[in-house]
């Protein structure tokens, strides 16, 4: 039989099944076509009396099986529709479970979701040390469980708390920790992988486990053990999500009841906990926000651009040893260039921080932390700026004093080197001025700490190329993190829509409302940290610099509270300084409510419900997102979502600020955009003439136009 999606070779009565060969894109994923040419396959071996045995691998570079394509799953429209669908899948796999020969999965590259589920329906797994071999079950990342049998055949394989690890969080683990857990049966270089597959089918491997692993597998097959695991299980799971994701419970509720249970009765267990979570809001948010990220990735333009092969850094400190460590960790060799050695030194002292957690971590080795760390030229002067492609300035916000250094750079480096700034609220139109050629010259705005946050902007002005542009958004998803690009307005993308959510809870505080219900409201929200906990972060003087600018460039609808202003009168800077909102000890751990802070609100406090706190603080970045469109800042409420997730760490479970607007209904956020216009500030609350005319004609953000 001729296949499309896989290939099948017998050699001697062994079965080579191979994916990835007419896959065009990086990663092969499993689709419904595939799952049917493997049921064909599988038959044929299992009919086929002379086989001898059947061995998995992949044509592709780095890429075994990506998991099932996501459109598939979202595309999912009734639980019975999903049932049939993971039955269908189970079957296939059970099929291969099945097979009276040896069966042998070769794993190099990615393995995932399903992939991960097909391997584990074989005898053995031997794994490459490619160090870009991963194998996982993402699901629950998509507000689902694995669905072919993951649930199943994972605890049978690494046993219960193992995979409970696994499954719950979604996390990858690299070949040797697989080989440790048990997960794969060996680890060799990925060039042997086929050359000794005919030996490896039939050779014996011996599980080395560990007396403590063995011990602690033996105690999870005991009930009462079992009933403490799950237990602890269940409060880590609320302790970091805090219930707003229904997947990791699923989970726990599923793999607890069907414990025990005969394949049949588990899978089809399975199937109905997958096909529940597919109907929830938070999977379908949570695979929206997996196809926003997906997209940024692509990069389609037939335009020539330069390649980045290193870069620099003017001006050090914590974000410039950041950035400088972000170039290192991708073997660009970066200088990094400030004019003090106090600066220097604290910028190296950024970098190798961040690359010793990661040799704690076993993520890299000492060799390769102290060759990286090693790669970074601090130095006071511009030697060797001749021969850098990227040159990040980040110095002092202060417009004058980057005008002056960016121009001064200018005559330092090739005729074609990129030139950038990591201002957050400056015009780089404005500093574009500076430049002799403003066409190599953008906005490039990292967010803190760089090791940490996923986004960076890209930010336009109106002279720039689109060369550079392309280049730069190459180079950042080269780099792993997440680029959208950005038209030049105060604030940009994320901090413009940020600033109004700062500044009203800065309003609530001085109307009376306390620091806990504020910070409360917002976690209950789904924030990752409370309104008065995020401005001790960034650090009240910034909050006061930026609302400055935002008041400056946008009108009275940006008009700043004075509090952090006076708070900084008062050094009370947040957290740098252990005193702001909260208190903080010498390793930066919250204490509790500052009371200097109090000291500058009302004694009179006023009761809030937690909804109205919510709705004062969202709405007035709902209507400041609508102003953004209507600037054509960003091209579509897609990239609004994507840079409010990944910048600021907005739910996903909401699928985005516009997502959630969308969902619930923009005449009613008119409605109450208009009331708080009335009773708290015409300013403020000035409806965005694009958010009204989107409810007036019964629209919604992701159906607007602008897309």
Known sequence: MSYEKITL???????????GKYEEKSMTVLYKETLMELDTAFGEVASDKKAKGLILFSHKENCFLAGMDVSVIQGLSSESEAITGCEAGQTVFNKLEDLKVPTMALVDGICLGGGCEMILACDKIIASDNPKTAIGLPEVMLGVLPGFGGTYRLPKKVGLPNSLDMILTGKQVRSRKAKKIGL??????KERLLELANENLFKK???????????TEKAADNFIARKVIFQKAREKVLETTKGFYPAPLKILDHL???????????????AKAFAELTQTSQAKNLQHVFFLHDESKKLETETEFKKINRGAVVGAGTMGGGIAWLFAKNNQAPIMKDISVEGLELGLKQSSEVFSKAVKRKRMSKDDFNRAQRSISAQLDYNGFKNVDLVVEAIVENMNVKKAVLSEVEKEVASDCILTSNTSSLSVGEMAKSLEDSSRFAGLHFFNPVNKMPLVEIVRHDNVSDETINALYKWVLKTKKTPVVVNDCPGFLVNRILAPFLNEAAYLLQEGVSIKDIDSASLNFGMPMGACRLMDEVGLDVCSHVGEIMEEGLGARAKASDLSKLAT???LLGKKSKSGFYTYDDKGKQLDVNPKMQALLPNKKKSMDETTIQMRLFL????????????????SAGT???????????PPFRGGLLKYADAEGLDRIVDAINSFAESVDKDRYGLSSYLENLAKNKQKFYEASVQ
């Open 9 to 19: 070779e017998n050699k001697d009565g062994i079965y080579y099944l191979g994916f």
């Open 184 to 189: 794969v049966e060996a680890v060799m270089p």
């Open 205 to 215: 491997f011996e599980k080395n486990k560990s007396m403590t692993e063995t011990l």
């Open 256 to 270: 607890e009841g069907s414990a025990g249970k005969k394949r049949e009765t588990y899978l089809s267990r399975e």
């Open 569 to 571: 009168d008062k050094d």
């Open 620 to 635: 007035p970045m709902i209507n400041e997102a609508a102003n953004i469109l209507d600037e054509k800042i960003v091209d």
């Open 640 to 650: 609004v979502d994507l840079g409010l997730i990944f910048g600021i760490g907005f």
